[in-house]
Each structure stands twice: as C-alpha cells, then as structure tokens.
C-alpha cells in the first residue's frame, strides 16, 4: 500500500514550457486535491476533485488545469509555466469529504527560470 | 484568505520540554485539524477535533478548541528531538469541503 505517490519529485521548466504532475493514490478514495506551498504562505488549494470524472477550482486555480480520468490519478496541468509557479506542490486525498483526514504525498519540486 | 492562522510562528525548546502553539480562526468551523511537515516531506495528518469537542489526546498530543473564542491549541508533551517540524491547523468551515490552512509553526527541539 504506497498511499499517495506524485510524480515527478522534482522537475526544472523553462517559462513557456508545459508540464504534468501525476498525482496516484491506491487508497480508494473519493476525494482528491491539488495543493501549492510557497515559503511563509501555508498550503493554498488549486483545484480538487469530488469524484472520477468531477473537478473544481481552489483558492488559486489561475495558470492551472486538471483531469480526474480514472478514480486513483489526479492530474496537474500547467499550459504555459511562468516563475510565479516556482513552489512545491502537494497532491492528496480523502475518503469521502474533506471534512475528514486527508493523506498527502511527498510532493513536486517545480523550478521555472 | 486563511482560516487558521498559528502563534507563535517559530518555536525553539529542549528536549523534554512541552512545546504549545495556537491557532485561531474567524468563521464557524465543522472541525479542526492539525498537521505535521517534516522537512522536505508531505503533511502527515496528526488529529481532528470536531466542533462539539473541547479536548482530545493522541498520545503525547493533547487539542483543545475554544469555539467561543475561535481558537485551538496543540500541546506537545515531553518533546523529542523527531518532534522537529512544522506544524500546520487547517480547519473545515460549515457548508465548504474544502480544508484551509494556516501559516504554520516551526518547532524545533534541541537535544
């Protein structure tokens, strides 16, 4: 039982440049999310998704896409990387609402110069 | 915005020692939560308090929430050195599924 793995541990972009971050998680949990930690900010929601096939938008959703194909991935999107995304981002999820614990991965250093 | 905001942010102690940070909020909650970051690492969940609870013990843990006073405190008993880390609350307002972070706490103990 890995619990949440992300993909890639850490990644250099340049700007301009897209990417996807793969978020996995064989839990079986309904709810997953997408979040950035950015020094002296706290964790900031980005997207997150309710179910298969279901996205929302968090707190800073700008600059930022998502896809909910299959019950275990969560996928990041960034179309056009700009150094404002330079941060670490977290993925997790959550068996049912988020109003219950949610388990994190280890996270995806983004670097964009 | 965020909902939790801790105190104090940077907490320096011996080992042994108890180490208690706050966290206080504005609007009214479902529960609270509490949670540990290891250096470099994820956010590993620690404990929820639900808003009709008053205190609640983990371990070497103990919560309290005061929802007249929109605040909570975690205690940490006999701090070790593996007790390094920051320490985040993050709160689940009424009507929202969605958690809101604080800032974080710094703890660092001293062997």
């Known amino acids: 039982n890995a619990g949440v793995t992300q993909t890639p541990k850490f990644r250099v972009l340049k700007t301009g440049q897209s990417m996807t971050l793969l978020c996995a998680q064989d839990?079986?949990?309904?709810?997953m999310y997408w979040y950035r930690q950015d020094p002296g900010m706290g964790l900031r929601l980005i997207h997150y998704?309710?179910?298969?096939?279901?996205?929302a938008k968090g707190e800073v959703p700008d600059g930022y896409n998502v896809s909910r194909l299959k019950k275990q991935n969560f996928l990041l999107g960034l179309e056009s990387a700009a150094p404002s995304q330079t941060s670490v981002y977290f993925c997790a999820s959550s068996p049912g609402t988020s109003v219950e614990t949610q388990y994190f991965g280890p996270g995806t250093r983004l670097l964009v110069l | 915005s965020q909902q939790g905001e801790e105190d104090p942010q940077a907490l320096s102690i011996q080992e042994g020692e108890n180490a208690t940070m706050n966290c206080s909020y504005k609007t009214s909650i479902n529960n609270l939560q509490w949670y540990r970051q290891n250096s470099g690492r994820g956010l590993v969940h620690l404990i929820l308090i639900r808003s009709n609870e008053r205190e609640k013990h983990s371990g070497r843990l103990r919560v309290t929430l005061d929802t007249s006073k929109k605040s909570s405190s975690l205690l940490i008993t006999a701090s070790r050195a593996a007790d390094t880390a920051s320490y985040f609350c993050a709160t689940v307002i009424y009507g929202n599924n969605r958690l809101a972070f604080g800032k974080g706490n710094q703890v660092v103990v001293i062997p």
């Open positions: 839990m079986n949990h309904e709810y």
């Open positions: 998704s309710v179910g298969e096939g279901t996205t």
